[in-house]
């Protein structure tokens, strides 16, 4: 019998120096340094550099690094043009996939697989996908789009280019930490999707492209959207208990709940969770929060010993839903953070590439033989 490793589940293809994970522990890690200390002193344009480079930068590094994102914030019009002749009410994640992709039409050096290329796409797709998702968003609601600040950080800019109106600096900040948990996350789906497409030797377009259609998938990216509702359907703190308890008695799926990796708690969530009460109790919206709250200790309770855990969806849709994010858009946002880690992947693996080619068992005939259509019944 052959054994297959379905999900490719502790399947080593590669080796990596950007991220380690511990799920029994509850143990992520960017260049050895803990999730932690990255959300409480870093900011997202740092972690990225730090991930492209493989190493903390200096304050001049940061700096010119900040400056080029700053520079290649603004898109090209005839890219703006194809976000405004969009359908109205599609998916945003099809409307990024398409623009992204349409972006790499208008970029002469996207065909380009050198090293000093594919670190120039790479900080032009950091710079504008801020600014692609605001305006998807602004022209799905019938709205202008919003033209980039140079005086804002990346965070920061993205808010003011979303809602037309420059967000306090500790709304900038909570968002840049809620990006900074999402930057890279090992060998996920839409990461190795990425991979695989880069390892045909193909364009940066072509790697981001397949992996925003990964990250697409409900079972990747969209489980924020999907805790939103359950809110919604719950309704109130005291209904919750019951909810859940009807959920598990059913063996239903608890979104946020779990994690493919994690066996213990999400260490994302443990930074998340302490902004989100924060954040619910500034904007009047303790509601969601402990009803959050209430469904945490419900799973834990009956779940922990599982290894079955909230993990870092349970709370991110809230956070962004009190800074005024539709929730069609969380996935978006998803992205909007994991392109670095996206890019920096990619451009790891390059440098010692090899085509990615997995086997599969073949459980069909072997001794089969053509009959002609006539003689088929």
């Known amino acids: 019998m052959t054994e297959i490793a379905k999900g490719l589940a502790g399947v080593k293809f590669t080796e990596s120096k950007l991220t380690f994970i511990n799920g029994e522990e509850g143990i992520l890690l ?19 550099l730090a991930l492209l480079e493989g190493q903390l930068p200096t ?7 900040d400056a080029h994102l700053k520079e290649n914030r603004a898109i090209p019009q005839q890219l703006q043009q194809v976000i405004q002749d969009m359908p109205r009410g599609i998916n945003p994640m099809q409307a990024l996939r398409t623009a992204v992709s349409y972006l790499g039409l208008l970029d002469p050096q996207s065909e380009d697989i050198t090293p000093e290329a594919q670190r ?17 968003s602004r022209t799905q609601e019938g709205q202008e789009m919003v033209a980039p600040r140079m005086d804002l950080t990346h965070a920061g800019n993205f808010l003011y280019m979303l809602t037309g109106q420059e967000p306090t600096s500790e709304q900038s900040r909570l968002f840049d930490i809620a990006l900074v948990l999402h930057v890279d996350h090992a060998m996920n789906a839409s990461t190795f999707t990425a991979i695989a497409t880069s390892s045909t030797l ?13 990250l697409k998938g409900p079972l990747h990216g969209g489980a924020n959207e999907a805790v939103m509702d359950m809110l919604d359907e719950v309704g109130t703190p005291d209904k919750a208990e019951a909810y859940i308890g009807r959920k598990l008695d059913n063996k239903e799926k608890i ?23 924060h954040v619910a109790s500034k904007e009047g919206k303790s509601n969601y929060y402990q009803v959050l709250e209430t469904i945490e200790k419900t799973v834990v309770d009956r ?39 996206w890019c920096a992947s990619v451009i790891e693996y390059s440098q010692d590439n090899s085509l990615l080619r997995p086997s599969s068992v073949y459980t069909g005939e072997k001794d089969a033989h053509y009959v002609q259509i006539q003689d088929r019944k």
């Open 30 to 48: 960017h260049l050895g340094i803990p999730i932690q200390e990255w959300a409480e002193n870093s900011t997202f344009e740092e972690l990225s």
């Open 59 to 65: 304050a001049s590094e940061l700096a010119a690094f």
């Open 120 to 136: 120039a796409i790479t900080i032009r797709m950091i710079a504008q996908f801020g600014t692609i998702i605001a305006a998807i």
């Open 202 to 214: 193909s364009d940066m377009y072509s790697c981001i492209t397949s992996a925003i259609g990964a």
């Open 255 to 277: 979104m946020g709940v779990g994690h493919r990796v994690y066996k213990n708690f999400d260490p994302r969530s443990r930074v998340l969770r302490d902004y989100a009460e």
């Open 303 to 341: 779940l922990g010993d599982k290894g079955i855990y909230p993990n870092v969806d349970f709370y991110s849709g809230t956070v962004y839903s009190d800074l005024g994010i539709k929730k069609e858009f969380f996935t978006p946002i998803f992205a909007l953070a994991r392109i670095s880690g």
